[in-house]
């Protein structure tokens, strides 16, 4: 049996009737990663780590943004190279005390900057589906393994939709929970009001028992929420009568893929038959969220990569003939040097739309933007339980479609911005597959911390169609 | 309009050192990003209040209790260059 | 806070009669047991980046928690300047690039600071002034940089980082170096009242730069400022003050124009320099800080604070010279120091007449504290030793001599009064016949003062006096020598 195949509820409920071991569990994921992983390119780095023995062995990839103690995390950057952070992210102690055994630091788009994991400087990673295509990003690293069969679930994270859209193009479940719900302490900030991480899983089950791992308030991260934490498999038993579905009418724009509309189109006609109710809702703002999020986004990211200056750790560069002061030269030089393009774009964008006399004009209105697009979600909430709609407008797109066209790339994410915006939860789940057997995913998004409502729509839905137990032939 | 002068600024700002083929490319992408995020300029945003943390928290503190710090040893670890218990770099000229 | 100080550059009139403008931006750090967003140490001297984790490091994935404690130390400066404080406060990011500031930016706050629009009053020339106080906000300090010229490197020690501060902008108010110095000492001991910090400029806990202008006598714009920075005492920002204003005279008599720049002050040399590395005009890109949540105050948490803070020194000058009839000379000196002043009126309501009391404290005590260079809580005096010496003394039991000396040794040791004067064989005496007898013998040796006395010389009694008190080693009662001595003139 490939157990790599299998989902981690699949593999504790025949770990626990004693059918196998964690070990036979550990090495099956390992054999596969050995086998796959050069096609793929999702790992950046593998560990040989063995577990402790403890109750909850299943063996876990991590985005390469999260501090693991000790290990190296690089956010896919030359930038910080070398770098071995002294300490464990928040979610990185709670899947080490759940018996979590961390397999390796997984791809993504440099600093998360993208939607195709293409901007990596480990190189690009490709969707197990279909090699020629991008897995989607930036968590990309983080679904192509679960796709592949490389761990048996992931950790990403989601700024504009990097944990959803790389779910959707690789057939697997990525949830964004509301901001607050998982720590952020030890993840490498992006855009640090828009950042949570998430699961990347097989299934929706997978999605529920990692998400009660990782959530829970952390007293080191200041935005993090003192709620209790569910036990959300528990949710996952409900039906769908009665639940009240809105379709956002912005949402169903020119654009979207034909097979994409389709398979969402059945999705809608899955829930009326089940006996939700569909309503169509107005999110008038929508057309606003790409422009206000990457005004937003690349602000706190120019900030937030000012420390990325070769002073203290990872990479430092000084020109061959000097330019400027000492100092200044080793900075400019440094950055210069580690920074991939897209990063250098969203650093200047970022510092732009911050600098004196523009601040009003870009920061500011796109802040107020944000209340807009938040409003607009916040008052469809009173209207309905959950929002669908597809994760992204296409399936994975070719390798190289869109690298020469940064805007078009951003356009991709503007059904999963949204929720990032607003910090509600969201989660991408398979609902079918295109004309060239690629994956099509469905995004439910529902109220701040009703993360137990959507894993039920999701489940049933997916219980219902079975999308989640194909898999890719690699 | 994004001008060479204005992408010279906000590089230095940045501390990006770019050439001049860069500094082409970011007037280009800044331009057209700029373009493309002018349609805010239609909203009609008067009396919106600016969003800068989507949950209303308010007053999260902590005690003022030691915790451990790291020791040098540790904070070293990962320093690109140290000398006699210093992180180290280039001379700052005052 | 440069964008605070608006100016202009303007024509000087033929008018050649300059005016002095100054403003003062005062960093104090907080005397918190940890950082202001970590948990690390708040401590001074201690072996190099040993006082740091990933938060205060900036390292990758670390976030910010506030210590309660600091903003509440905000409100008590804030309050002890007359402010008002803001109930709605948040933090926000100062973004620029210098090596000791790990992040790339500063936390810090921009539009809604702790407190706003106070005042401070301050005795300056004479009279009493009141300074404007723009705003005070918190904020975290940054690493120290050691330049290393053997190695021809710069070294970086992030203790400091994550210190605590609290910056305190003056209204562009003081018009002399004078003026600002007085202000300076004014806040200070203030500051001190509150006992939120150190208030020590030799280790750094309090900073001060001095924005400097001048204009036309008369003119009502504000002058180009320069911004002085490195100065380590009250009297070197005088002297940097003086130096600056000079110059800046000078330029314009030229005809020649003020340049907007940092300028540094070099002690050795006792003049100004221009700064070189940060020369790059000032964009710091504010915003809201992300990863922090915004702070809000009620008014009742406010006047609760207000309530705690301690009597200020002000207040308190006032009460001791209206309520407690210590003059106004007396009381001055009395309140520069919290703890000695809590000393004298804890003395004092043990029963001691309060003349003498401010004898002994501004006159012996303070000698002794001078001769020491140490502060009355570092001595194990208390008030009630003091109060016992100077009773002993009132009623003859020592003399007033050796009442100096057993200060002396209490202060040095912390010795029980009695034992001193036991041991020391300090007790005054009193013995009529010996007294007597060693008067007879200093009269029978100095005829020739006995004859001034006679003619009605009061010194001459005074030598005959002291004479009589070397004699017997200064223990004697110098009141009942006087006594022998008149009685023996005037029957001879």
Same mark, same amino acid.
């Given at each position: 049996?490939?157990?790599?195949?299998?989902?981690?509820?699949?593999?504790?409920?025949?770990?626990?009737?004693?059918?196998i071991s964690a070990a036979d569990v550990l090495s099956s994921v390992r054999v596969r990663q050995q086998a796959v992983g050069q096609k793929t390119n999702a790992f950046i780095r593998t560990y040989d780590e063995t577990g402790n023995g403890a109750a909850f062995p299943v063996p876990i990839g991590i985005k390469d943004n999260i501090c693991v103690k000790g290990r190296e995390v690089t956010c896919a950057s030359k930038i910080l190279k070398g770098f071995r952070p002294p300490y464990d992210a928040a979610v990185v102690e709670k899947i080490k005390a759940s018996g979590g055994i961390v397999l390796g630091s997984l791809n993504m788009d440099e600093f998360a900057f993208g939607s195709s994991t293409e901007s990596s400087s480990y190189g690009i990673v490709r969707n197990p589906w279909d090699l020629g295509c991008v897995p989607g990003g930036s968590s990309g690293g983080s679904a192509a393994a679960v796709a592949a069969g490389e761990a048996v679930w992931a950790i990403g994270s989601d700024t504009g939709g990097s944990i959803r859209q790389p779910a959707s193009f690789c057939g697997v479940v990525g949830l964004k929970p509301t901001y607050g719900r998982v720590s952020r302490y030890g993840l490498i900030a992006f855009g640090s009001s828009l950042d949570q991480i998430g699961p990347i899983t097989k299934d929706t089950t997978d999605c529920a028992r990692l998400l009660g791992i990782l959530a829970g308030f952390d007293h080191r991260d200041s935005t993090s929420v003192?709620?209790?934490?569910?036990?959300?498999?528990?949710?996952?038993?409900?039906?769908?009568?009665?639940?009240?579905?809105?379709?956002?009418?912005?949402?169903?724009?020119?654009?979207?893929?034909?097979?994409?509309?389709?398979?969402?189109?059945?999705?809608?006609?899955?829930?009326?038959?089940?006996?939700?109710?569909?309503?169509?809702?107005?999110?008038?703002?929508?057309?606003?969220?790409?422009?206000?999020?990457?005004?937003?986004?690349?602000?706190?990211?120019?900030?937030?990569?000012?420390?990325?200056?070769?002073?203290?750790? !990872?990479?430092?560069?000084?020109?061959?003939?000097?330019?400027?002061?000492?100092?200044?030269?080793?900075?400019?030089?440094?950055?210069?040097? !580690?920074?991939?393009?897209?990063?250098?774009?969203?650093?200047?964008?970022?510092?732009?739309?911050?600098?004196?006399?523009?601040?009003?004009?870009?920061?500011?209105?796109?802040?107020?933007?944000?209340?807009?697009?938040?409003?607009?979600?916040?008052?469809?909430?009173?209207?309905?339980?959950?929002?669908?709609?597809?994760?992204?407008?296409?399936?994975?797109?070719?390798?190289?479609?869109?690298?020469?066209?940064?805007?078009?790339?951003?356009?991709?994410?503007?059904?999963?911005?949204?929720?990032?915006?607003?910090?509600?939860?969201?989660?991408?789940?398979?609902?079918?597959?295109?004309?060239?057997?690629?994956?099509?995913?469905?995004?439910?998004?529902?109220?701040?911390?009703?993360?137990?409502?959507?894993?039920?729509?999701?489940?049933?839905?997916?219980?219902?169609?079975?999308?989640?137990?194909?898999?890719?032939?690699? | 309009?994004?001008?060479?002068?204005?992408?010279?600024?906000?590089?230095?700002?940045?501390?990006?050192?770019?050439?001049?083929?860069?500094?082409?490319?970011?007037?280009?992408?800044?331009?057209?990003?700029?373009?493309?995020?002018?349609?805010?300029?239609?909203?009609?945003?008067?009396?919106?209040?600016?969003?800068?943390?989507?949950?209303?928290?308010?007053?999260?503190?902590?005690?003022?209790?030691?915790?451990?710090?790291?020791?040098?040893?540790?904070?070293?670890?990962?320093?690109?260059?140290?000398?006699?218990?210093?992180?180290?770099?280039?001379?700052?000229?005052? | 806070?440069?964008?605070?100080?608006?100016?202009?550059?303007?024509?000087?009139?033929?008018?050649?009669?300059?005016?002095?403008?100054?403003?003062?931006?005062?960093?104090?750090?907080?005397?918190?047991?940890?950082?202001?967003?970590? +948990?690390?140490?708040?401590?001074?001297?201690?072996?190099?980046?040993?006082?740091?984790?990933?938060?205060?490091?900036?390292?990758?994935?670390?976030?910010?928690?506030?210590?309660?404690?600091?903003?509440?130390?905000?409100?008590?400066?804030?309050?002890?300047?007359?402010?008002?404080?803001?109930?709605?406060?948040?933090?926000?990011?100062?973004?620029?690039?210098?090596?000791?500031?790990?992040?790339?930016?500063?936390?810090?706050?921009?539009?809604?600071?702790?407190?706003?629009?106070?005042?401070?009053?301050?005795?300056?020339?004479?009279?009493?002034?009141?300074?404007?106080?723009?705003?005070?906000?918190?904020?975290?300090?940054?690493?120290?940089?050691?330049?290393?010229?053997?190695?021809?490197?710069?070294?970086?020690?992030?203790?400091?980082?994550?210190?605590?501060?609290?910056?305190?902008?003056?209204?562009?108010?003081?018009?002399?170096?004078?003026?600002?110095?007085?202000?300076?000492?004014?806040?200070?001991?203030?500051?001190?009242?509150?006992?939120?910090?150190?208030?020590?400029?030799?280790?750094?806990?309090?900073?001060?730069?001095?924005?400097?202008?001048?204009?036309?006598?008369?003119?009502?714009?504000?002058?180009?400022?320069?911004?002085?920075?490195?100065?380590?005492?009250?009297?070197?920002?005088?002297?940097?003050?003086?130096?600056?204003?000079?110059?800046?005279?000078?330029?314009?008599?030229?005809?020649?124009?003020?340049?907007?720049?940092?300028?540094?002050?070099?002690?050795?040399?006792?003049?100004?320099?221009?700064?070189?590395?940060?020369?790059?005009?000032?964009?710091?890109?504010?915003?809201?800080?992300?990863?922090?949540?915004?702070?809000?105050?009620?008014?009742?948490?406010?006047?609760?604070?207000?309530?705690?803070?301690?009597?200020?020194?002000?207040?308190?000058?006032?009460?001791?010279?209206?309520?407690?009839?210590?003059?106004?000379?007396?009381?001055?000196?009395?309140?520069?120091?919290?703890?000695?002043?809590?000393?004298?009126?804890?003395?004092?309501?043990?029963?001691?007449?309060?003349?003498?009391?401010?004898?002994?404290?501004?006159?012996?005590?303070?000698?002794?504290?001078?001769?020491?260079?140490?502060?009355?809580?570092?001595?194990?005096?208390?008030?009630?030793?003091?109060?016992?010496?100077?009773?002993?003394?009132?009623? +003859?039991?020592?003399?007033?001599?050796?009442?100096?000396?057993?200060?002396?040794?209490?202060?040095?040791?912390?010795?029980?009064?009695?034992?001193?004067?036991?041991?020391?064989?300090?007790?005054?005496?009193?013995?009529?016949?010996?007294?007597?007898?060693?008067?007879?013998?200093?009269?029978?040796?100095?005829?020739?003062?006995?004859?001034?006395?006679?003619?009605?010389?009061?010194?001459?009694?005074?030598?005959?006096?002291?004479?009589?008190?070397?004699?017997?080693? +200064?223990?004697?009662?110098?009141?009942?020598?006087?006594?022998?001595?008149?009685?023996?003139?005037?029957?001879?």
């Open positions: 049996m490939d157990l790599f195949n299998l989902t981690a509820n699949q593999l504790l409920t025949m770990i626990s009737s004693g059918q003192d709620l209790p934490v569910p036990d959300y498999t528990k949710s996952l038993d409900r039906h769908v009568r009665g639940l009240r579905v809105g379709i956002p009418k912005e949402y169903f724009i020119d654009g979207i893929q034909p097979s994409v509309l389709a398979a969402v189109q059945a999705a809608i006609d899955f829930y009326k038959k089940e006996g939700a109710l569909i309503c169509e809702i107005s999110l008038p703002h929508t057309e606003y969220a790409v422009a206000t999020y990457y005004i937003v986004a690349t602000a706190e990211a120019s900030s937030n990569l000012a420390r990325f200056d070769g002073v203290e750790y !990872g990479l430092r560069a000084v020109p061959s003939r000097p330019r400027k002061a000492g100092i200044v030269d080793m900075y400019e030089e440094t950055r210069a040097k !580690g920074f991939g393009n897209e990063a250098k774009r969203r650093i200047m964008l970022g510092t732009y739309v911050l600098s004196a006399g523009y601040y009003d004009a870009y920061y500011l209105r796109a802040q107020k933007a944000r209340t807009l697009i938040k409003n607009d979600l916040d008052k469809a909430f009173l209207d309905c339980d959950v929002i669908l709609s597809p994760t992204a407008p296409t399936t994975a797109f070719r390798i190289g479609e869109k690298t020469n066209d940064p805007l078009s790339m951003y356009l991709s994410d503007i059904f999963t911005i949204p929720a990032n915006l607003a910090g509600i939860p969201a989660i991408s789940l398979p609902c079918g597959f295109d004309e060239k057997n690629l994956p099509i995913g469905l995004q439910l998004m529902a109220a701040p911390f009703a993360e137990e409502r959507l894993l039920a729509a999701a489940f049933a839905y997916e219980q219902a169609h079975g999308w989640h137990v194909q898999r890719a032939k690699l | 309009m994004i001008t060479k002068e204005t992408v010279n600024y906000i590089a230095s700002l940045s501390r990006l050192h770019i050439d001049e083929a860069e500094n082409a490319g970011f007037v280009r992408n800044l331009e057209d990003i700029l373009q493309y995020v002018a349609k805010l300029n239609k909203l009609d945003v008067a009396g919106v209040l600016p969003t800068s943390h989507v949950l209303k928290m308010e007053n999260v503190f902590r005690d003022d209790k030691v915790s451990p710090s790291l020791t040098q040893q540790e904070a070293l670890s990962f320093a690109i260059e140290s000398h006699a218990g210093h992180y180290k770099v280039p001379k700052v000229i005052e | 806070m440069g964008g605070m100080y608006k100016e202009q550059n303007f024509n000087f009139s033929e008018n050649m009669d300059f005016e002095t403008v100054i403003g003062l931006e005062v960093h104090l750090q907080l005397n918190t047991a940890t950082k202001i967003f970590c +948990g690390c140490r708040n401590v001074f001297g201690v072996e190099a980046n040993t006082c740091v984790c990933p938060v205060c490091l900036g390292l990758p994935g670390s976030l910010p928690v506030l210590n309660r404690d600091v903003l509440f130390s905000g409100i008590k400066v804030g309050l002890a300047l007359n402010c008002s404080i803001n109930t709605f406060v948040k933090f926000d990011r100062k973004n620029y690039y210098y090596p000791d500031l790990p992040k790339g930016y500063q936390i810090s706050q921009y539009d809604f600071p702790i407190a706003k629009a106070g005042f401070l009053p301050v005795m300056t020339g004479g009279q009493e002034k009141r300074i404007g106080i723009t705003r005070a906000h918190l904020e975290e300090d940054a690493g120290k940089l050691i330049h290393d010229d053997a190695i021809n490197a710069t070294l970086v020690d992030y203790n400091r980082t994550g210190t605590p501060l609290v910056e305190i902008v003056s209204e562009p108010d003081m018009r002399s170096a004078d003026e600002a110095y007085d202000y300076l000492t004014t806040l200070k001991l203030a500051l001190q009242y509150l006992n939120v910090s150190d208030c020590d400029m030799e280790k750094g806990s309090l900073r001060c730069d001095a924005n400097v202008s001048i204009r036309s006598r008369g003119e009502t714009k504000l002058g180009t400022k320069t911004e002085l920075k490195n100065m380590n005492s009250f009297s070197a920002v005088k002297r940097a003050i003086d130096f600056e204003v000079a110059r800046q005279t000078r330029l314009v008599i030229a005809g020649e124009s003020i340049v907007q720049q940092t300028l540094l002050w070099n002690e050795e040399k006792g003049i100004t320099i221009p700064m070189r590395s940060k020369e790059q005009a000032h964009d710091y890109r504010y915003f809201p800080e992300p990863d922090l949540v915004p702070f809000t105050l009620t008014e009742a948490e406010i006047d609760k604070v207000r309530c705690g803070l301690p009597e200020l020194p002000y207040a308190r000058l006032h009460r001791l010279i209206e309520k407690l009839g210590v003059s106004e000379y007396d009381g001055t000196i009395i309140v520069q120091d919290k703890t000695f002043a809590d000393f004298f009126e804890s003395a004092l309501a043990l029963g001691v007449d309060v003349k003498k009391l401010c004898n002994w404290m501004n006159g012996p005590l303070m000698k002794e504290l001078n001769d020491r260079k140490c502060r009355l809580g570092d001595l194990k005096l208390t008030p009630g030793m003091l109060v016992e010496l100077i009773n002993k003394v009132e009623d +003859g039991t020592v003399s007033n001599l050796a009442g100096k000396e057993i200060l002396a040794e209490v202060v040095a040791t912390g010795r029980k009064i009695e034992d001193i004067i036991k041991e020391k064989g300090l007790t005054q005496v009193s013995d009529e016949a010996l007294i007597g007898k060693i008067v007879d013998e200093i009269i029978l040796k100095n005829p020739q003062v006995v004859e001034q006395v006679r003619s009605g010389k009061a010194n001459a009694a005074g030598f005959l006096v002291g004479q009589a008190m070397k004699q017997m080693q +200064g223990k004697a009662n110098p009141k009942i020598i006087n006594e022998f001595i008149q009685r023996r003139i005037t029957n001879v």
